[in-house]
T-cell receptor, first 114, second 111 residues
Framework: EPEVTQTPSHQVTQMGQEVILRCVPI?????FYWYRQILGQKVEFLVS????????KSEIFDDQFSVERPDGSNFTLKIRSTKLEDSAMYFC????????????FGEGSWLTVV | SQKIEQNSEALNIQEGKTATLTCNYT??????LQWYRQDPGRGPVFLLL?????KEKRKERLKVTFDTTLKQSLFHITASQPADSATYLC??????????FGSGTRLQVQP
């Protein structure tokens, strides 16, 4: 079964450093998402991406965050200057169509900011 | 703002019994509602999707109901097994945000 792959699985970074989390969505999918889950809390929406542009972002997704689809297969989340509160599991997800289609999640990238 | 509540943080049942998990929502009328399973340290895995015009959906031992009048979905696992132990997430399919998740119910099936 096709799957969403994410790298790295775990990254430890110093506060203030830039981090790039990478995702390869399922190949025929058109809608891409990033979510995050702080330990013990619910899965929260960050950003959705369609047709090479952001279609919606949450209040969490401030100017420190950016997303890119540089080469038609990878989908990246960049955090420009990490803060302690950015420590969380970050999930990439994708689906073929908009509302009503199954969304497939990757296994996540666990980010620890120290 | 939209609110999704999964009534139990944790549910413990005996193997072979039926587990019933509840999801209630307010301030929204979703056309779709989805249920996911999440194991510790792993990503959510899709289980079932139900549309607003469907009252019930089944897949093997799983059953989901969707009552748009009560704004509630029930998720049932029949003949539960210890391998069903996980956190189960209810999510509203909200279009451009894709999914808005509840906080989940942690199910523990005792052998």
């Amino acid at each position: 079964e096709p799957e969403v792959t994410q790298t790295p699985s775990h990254q430890v970074t110093q506060m203030g450093q830039e981090v790039i989390l990478r995702c390869v969505p399922i190949s025929n999918h058109l809608y891409f998402y990033w979510y995050r889950q702080i330990l013990g809390q619910k899965v929260e929406f960050l950003v959705s991406f369609y047709n090479n542009e952001i279609s919606e972002k949450s209040e969490i997704f401030d100017d420190q965050f950016s997303v890119e689809r540089p080469d038609g297969s990878n989908f990246t989340l960049k955090i420009r200057s990490t803060k302690l509160e950015d420590s969380a599991m970050y999930f990439c997800a994708s689906r073929t169509g908009a509302t009503g289609n199954t969304i497939y999640f990757g296994e996540g990238s666990w980010l620890t900011v120290v | 703002s939209q609110k999704i509540e999964q009534n139990s943080e944790a549910l413990n049942i005996q193997e072979g019994k039926t587990a019933t998990l509840t999801c209630n929502y307010t301030n929204y009328s979703p056309a779709y509602l989805q249920w996911y399973r999440q194991d510790p340290g792993r990503g959510p895995v899709f289980l079932l999707l139900i549309r607003e015009n469907e009252k019930e959906k089944r897949k093997e031992r799983l059953k989901v109901t969707f009552d748009t009048t009560l704004k509630q979905s029930l998720f049932h696992i029949t003949a539960s097994q210890p391998a069903d132990s996980a956190t189960y997430l209810c999510a509203l399919d909200t279009g451009r945000r894709a999914l808005t998740f509840g906080s989940g119910t942690r199910l523990q099936v005792q052998p």
